[in-house]
């Protein structure tokens, strides 16, 4: 890739400042005014299949964890019991990939936090889509809030990225979601279906996708969306894919839910049509609430 191709698609720094709201800011008035009803304009009925995929959750450690902390989590995933009908995937901080990949076991699949957007070369700090797969990796995690928030990555970027993890067989976890003050003034719908027709315009096959909806308000927060209101959302969005790409895309994609998921909330989660698992943050660093969030799978059976 020619690097005038590839600053092109880079977003604008000012040095390692990026201009826009810091994370702080984002949920700093949350604090005084924090509305989780729906608007009316992000309450339109939507009408869509449930998805037909195998139940899905991925643990996003993010930058935590020392090589003695990891060994213990990787103690306790191997330890608990977990049921068998979902598929499970841990995405450890780059540089302890390989010890994870070494001692996991194999019950539970590895992933990427994030992949360059084309082969690798002279881009420093990257890690090439090649490398991830060579060291075992089989997953990557793209689009995620504090990608495209803090580091600003833009929507254009983000889906070709994922084009590109995918011409290679690295399956994608790709991550949709707004802002509070884009919840607050009815845009739910607009932010995620342009950020989905990102990934669309770059994607062409879809088989290897995992959509996961993140409301950035919900991220570490200690807020939670309630069942509805991501159901709501979930709908929407295979609604979306079987009007804008295929019937049999919408139904068998999985549309995972994260954003303050853990143990005491994921069973009624679980419960909804359209939520087909998880993506995790802080309670994936838990091994034993970890496996709690993988066997909620029996609330989806039981709601079916």
Not at 39 to 52: E, P, Q, W
Not at 164 to 171: D, M
Not at 206 to 214: G, H, M, N, R, T
Request: proline share 3%; hydrophobic share 40%; glycine share 8%.
């Amino acid at each position: 890739m020619a690097a005038t191709t590839v600053a092109s698609q880079l977003p604008h720094f000012v040095g390692l400042r990026r201009a826009g709201p810091s994370k702080a800011e984002m949920f700093s008035h949350s604090a005084v005014h924090f509305r989780l009803d729906q608007s009316s304009k992000a309450s339109r009925a939507v009408v869509a299949m449930a998805g037909s995929g195998k139940f899905f959750v991925g643990g996003n450690w993010k930058c935590n964890g020392s090589k003695e902390s990891i060994s213990k989590l990787v103690s306790d995933l191997n330890a608990a019991t977990l049921e068998s009908d979902v598929d499970v995937v841990v995405a450890p901080p780059f540089v302890y990939i390989e010890q994870v990949k070494n001692s996991l076991t194999d019950r539970i699949e590895v992933s990427a936090q994030n992949v360059w957007i084309g082969k690798g070369g002279a881009f420093t700090g990257e890690i090439s889509a090649e490398q991830l797969l060579d060291i075992g990796c089989k997953w990557v995690i793209l689009g995620h809030s504090e990608r495209r928030h803090i580091i600003g990555e833009d929507d254009q970027f983000i889906g070709k990225k994922a084009a590109y993890a995918l011409s290679q067989n690295l399956k994608v976890i790709a991550c949709i979601g707004e802002l509070l003050e884009e919840r607050e003034a009815g845009k739910t719908f607009d932010v995620c279906f342009k950020q989905m027709k990102a990934f669309a315009d770059s994607i062409t096959n879809w088989q290897d996708v995992v959509i996961a909806y993140e409301p950035v308000w919900a991220i570490g927060t200690g807020k939670v969306a309630t069942p509805q209101q991501a159901q709501e959302v979930h709908a929407a969005v295979r609604d979306w894919l079987k009007t804008n790409i295929s019937p049999e895309v919408a139904s068998a994609t999985r549309i995972i839910y994260g954003g303050s998921v853990n143990g005491g909330n994921c069973a009624e989660l679980a419960k909804q049509e359209d939520i087909d698992g998880f993506l995790v943050g802080g309670a994936s660093l838990k091994g034993p609430e970890f496996a709690t969030i993988i066997n909620s799978v029996t609330s989806k059976k039981v709601a079916a």
